[in-house]
């Protein structure tokens, strides 16, 4: 396995896997406030306050700076299959950590929490046309236990030095094969995303690039190109 596919070998002995909302932050904050609560029965300033907050938040606009959190799926377009889900907020600072490829920030630019938007993705334009010589198979028993599992990704690397990702796409009894191709080359897909979260980052928000608790796996398929 090791002279496989262009000179790239598998790197079995290593593993190289890949608010603070104050009233007068708002034009007339205040004004909005007595007249949202003034209109109910009983007063509730309470109530008229997280309804004007909540209103201020959701007009913020994914800009320069701002905090973007939310959530993804890749659609296969002739199939209709999901190819990837992602449900758990995935976070990022817009213009300091944009962690998807170029055009799909372009998309998200101006909209607000709440929107929903889909981006086609033609995977031959960007990733090219499939590479049958990047698929290679070979006998199971050549290939480490740990990395005997559908989807596994592979790092390997050629005589120059060059490394590549192979992801593990069939097993059987006797046999494993890789495929050294991404995963969306030669497919049209539907990219969709659902703004959860437009905010002002903090400093360190900023500085990590992103919120700063535990975030999603963004699929490799989908990073900077």
Known sequence: MREAVQGYRGNWDAHSFPGNWDAHSFPNGRDLIRQVAGNCVRPNYELAWKLCASQFTMNEAIREGKLVELTYKVTDRKSGRVLTRVEFPLSYVH???????????????????????????????????????????????????????????????????????????????????????????????????????????????????????????????????
Do not use: W
């Open 95 to 225: 213009g300091h950590n944009e962690i998807l490829a170029p055009f799909v920030h372009r998309a998200l630019e101006g909209k607000s929490a709440g929107d929903v938007i889909e981006v086609p993705i033609d995977g031959n334009e960007i990733f090219g046309c499939r590479d049958e010589s990047l698929v290679f198979t070979d006998h199971i028993e050549n290939v480490p236990e740990e990395y005997r599992q559908l989807g596994m990704s592979i790092l390997m690397e050629n005589e120059r030095g060059q490394t590549r990702s192979f992801l593990v796409t069939r097993i059987d009894e006797e046999t494993l094969t890789v495929d050294g191709n991404n995963p969306l080359c030669g497919r049209e897909v539907v990219f969709a995303l659902e703004v959860l979260t437009v905010r002002d980052a903090t400093d360190e928000e900023t500085r990590a690039g992103q919120a700063l608790v535990a975030g999603a796996d963004v699929s490799s398929s989908l990073l900077l190109v």
